[in-house]
């Protein structure tokens, strides 16, 4: 996207004012960041104090993912900041930081109806309904796609403004100087940014941005194991002490706390009956609150709450709770009988019609994102106004969500951002801050709500259950000539917008979506190879079972059912399966240089002779990775050896948290594999604790491998990649070793 006067938010805002937001023609936000005693600021992004201290806004959530470093990087680089001058501040929802890339890419969930006129994050419809809605959402690893340009322009001009500052003490032109750790620089003169910056605040920046001749960016052989870091994590000395304040660390005068039950998921559900005399005698509970399919105990202190629920054992009638059995034979007949949506055609439809040599069935189960911190969030209404201290992806959202739930205007709600201890897509939803601000009105105190780890599992919505069966056409050489992929499964990215989008219950968004095609909830399906004849198509399903993302979304199963079926067909042809896959990436070079890469990495011995190793590729976006797995099935389950990935994420801006990513991603989809699925039965799942979910522990991860691919192309998001592909590695990897092929996930849902 072209830098410009027109893409960027500036102003000179010396002690507050106006940021002009430029589209078709000027719009005007009120500035979001408030600048303190001795601080100035330059743009939306950007405060700059007499001190030098450099605060830089960031619009996202932090949930692990280094969001809290990176734009700061971007921003440092490119002002010339000494980094260990650099702070950030969590920036609160505003249109000056509406989030246009992921607008542009959840067109189909807010604009049903013609989304390809909102596919352009440039456009004049994307970049109207973004702003108006303070569309400041953090999904689908777009930060950086969505406000590097923005952030690294805003930086550039308040450099410039520095230089014109210094320039006209020196009696210098300004375009002669410089910005070097933290100083104006010109010949042997130089300035701090501290000393200059009232002075600064008063200039009036260049009409285009001067940027560097280079983005920020960190070459993967600059850095070889062990070297020292040139921006290390501004997130992590406070995570380390414990100083770090997440939404269940906030403390206010008259504080209540507050604890959760919630009925089993299914129609209709009520509150049926509960005994509140057995916990009258607890000291310290002060009530109870009953809501729509939940009732909670405020007491001074949580372990008195839940355990005045545990007391009163709350009752709940269900009209039909959800069933797995249930679930199980909806997929299945409606991958008999159901009506077939064609979401993707290439070549012939004729070669991938009927029967075809090779189809194989492919299920996975709902699987729940088991994050480390529980949904907790402090809510406070006094004099008309609530405040939320709250940890969402979605603010604005939750803000309106809210402030209907209390009979209040968003505008009445101030939302405090707070860091995520995790996430994995949960915090997308927004029940767990309705339940405070209501429980807030009615104790008329402030009130902090967190929910158990059995909450979390009952009351989270998990990922959808999925059957595929996928089919293949040989040519004359082994290779493939037709691939066909038929998935029946409910459109769960639709029914999540309506949710977000149309304030819409579960159910009334899986009414909604009955019978409706989803092409987001089938991202990755097409393969990455060149294959003559393709055709995709989905199935909806409509099931009881309200479901939601979650860490890779649809690559986390289109991943696992491709590069499994490329593998059958590459032993059903006698191929060996690097060379099968390296014969179809002509059209993606990028692809085939991890996958060789990878294969020296790993020392890759062609999979066969019982080696255990499995490989996989996959494609997210711009990014690329290639996987190989070594695994084994012993009388303890499965057990991973090692992981060896080779990424191509583009420009890499920060390489230790692009490690990180992948490493973390890795780890998370083994979890998968090994785990992280539940079984309904009567609404409530078979498995409330994390133990019971078959998670990996330290002791159970393999030594793990990551290189990147030095590249000048867009940066890519590398925290979903690592999700994707270790399923079918290690699917893949099992075959080798045992001879058995592994179609579920998880995989220990499948007796050897």
Not at 251 to 278: K, Q, T
Request: with cysteine.
């Amino acid at each position: 996207m072209a830098v410009s006067r027109r893409g960027i938010l500036i102003g000179a805002l010396a002690g507050g004012g106006l940021a002009l937001g430029y589209v078709l023609r000027p719009r005007h936000f009120p500035l979001p960041l408030a600048p303190g005693q001795g601080e100035f600021a330059f743009d939306a992004w950007i405060k700059i104090g007499t001190d030098g201290v450099i605060s830089v806004a960031v619009p996202q959530v932090e949930m692990g993912q280094g969001v809290t470093t990176l734009i700061p990087q971007v921003v440092a680089f490119e002002l010339g900041a000494d980094w260990r001058q650099v702070a950030v501040e969590p920036a609160p929802v505003s249109a000056l930081y509406a989030n246009l890339a992921l607008a542009a890419r959840w067109a189909p969930l807010w604009m049903p109806v013609m989304p390809s006129l909102a596919e352009d994050p440039d456009g004049m419809i994307t970049r109207r309904w973004a702003e108006d809605h303070r569309f400041n959402a953090t999904a689908d690893g777009m930060s950086l796609g969505a406000y590097e340009d923005a952030a690294r322009a805003a930086a550039a001009s308040a450099r410039a403004m520095l230089m014109q500052a210094a320039a006209a003490r020196w009696g210098v032109a300004w375009e002669e100087c410089d910005a070097q750790g933290g100083f104006i620089v010109h010949e042997d003169k130089r300035l701090p940014f501290g000393a200059l910056v009232e002075e600064a605040a008063a200039c009036s920046p260049p009409s285009t941005p001067p940027l560097r001749a280079d983005a920020m960016a960190e070459d993967p052989g600059e850095f070889p194991p062990g070297a020292a870091l040139r921006y290390p994590r501004l997130d992590l000395p406070s995570k380390i002490d414990g100083s770090w304040t997440f939404a269940g660390d906030v403390r206010l005068p008259g504080l209540l706390h507050a604890a959760i039950r919630h009925a089993p998921l299914g129609a209709s559900a009520s509150l049926a009956g509960i005994d509140e005399d057995a916990a009258k005698s607890m000291k310290g509970l002060v009530r109870t609150v009953k809501g729509e399919g939940w009732v909670a105990a405020l007491a001074r202190d949580w372990w008195t709450a839940d355990t005045a629920l545990t007391r009163m054992k709350p009752r709940f009638k269900v009209a039909a709770g959800v069933e797995s059995t249930n679930l199980d034979n909806t997929l299945d007949e409606a991958m008999r009988a159901g009506k077939v949506h064609r979401i993707h055609a290439s070549g012939d439809m004729g070669v991938v019609k009927g029967g075809l040599p090779l189809q194989l069935r492919y299920v996975v189960a709902p699987a729940v994102h088991a994050t480390i911190e529980t949904a907790s969030v402090t809510a406070r209404l006094e004099g008309g106004l609530l405040e939320l201290w709250v940890g969402t992806q979605v603010p604005e959202a939750t803000r309106e969500a809210a402030a209907r739930a209390v009979g209040l205007e968003a505008s009445q709600v101030v939302l405090y951002p707070m860091p995520l201890g995790g996430s994995f897509d949960r915090r997308l939803e927004m029940g767990h801050a309705v339940e405070a601000a209501i429980l807030a009105k009615e104790a008329g105190q402030p009130v902090q709500l967190t929910w158990s780890r059995r909450e979390e599992m009952r009351a989270g919505l998990p990922r959808t259950p999925v059957v595929a069966v996928m089919a293949g056409r040989f040519d004359t050489e082994g290779g493939i000539a037709g691939w066909r992929a038929r998935v029946a499964m409910p459109a769960t990215a639709r029914e999540f917008g309506r949710r977000l989008f149309g304030s819409e219950t579960p159910a009334e968004a899986i009414r909604a979506v009955g019978g409706k095609d989803d092409p987001l909830a089938l991202e990755g399906a097409v393969p990455p190879y060149v294959i003559p004849h393709v055709a995709v198509d989905h199935i909806p399903t409509t099931i009881d079972l309200p479901t939601a993302r979650l860490r890779g979304n649809a690559h986390g199963y289109t991943a696992f059912f491709n590069e499994s079926f490329v593998d059958e067909m590459a032993h059903k042809a006698g191929r060996e399966p690097l060379s099968y896959r390296m014969a179809m990436l002509g059209k993606e070079p990028r692809l085939a240089e991890c996958l060789q890469r990878v294969s020296a990495l790993a020392q890759w011995g062609g999979g066969g002779d019982n080696s255990g190793q499995g490989i996989a590729c996959h494609v997210i976006g711009e990014g690329r990775i290639a996987l190989i797995a070594s695994a084994r099935r012993d009388e303890n389950g499965v057990r991973v050896d090692k992981l060896s990935a080779v990424a191509d994420i583009g420009r890499i801006v920060n390489l230790d948290i692009a490690r990180q990513q992948i490493e973390g991603g890795l780890v998370f989809g083994l979890g998968l594999v090994l785990g992280c699925s539940v079984r309904y039965e009567g609404g409530r799942p078979g498995n409330e604790r994390l133990s019971d979910l078959s998670l990996p522990t330290l002791a159970d991860c393999p030594a793990i491998e990551v290189e990147f691919i030095e590249s000048t192309a867009d940066p890519a998001d590398p925290g979903e990649l690592g999700v994707a592909v270790v399923a079918p590695a290690v699917a893949n990897a099992l075959f080798s070793a045992t001879g058995l092929r592994f179609r579920r996930l998880p995989l220990f849902d499948e007796e050897l």
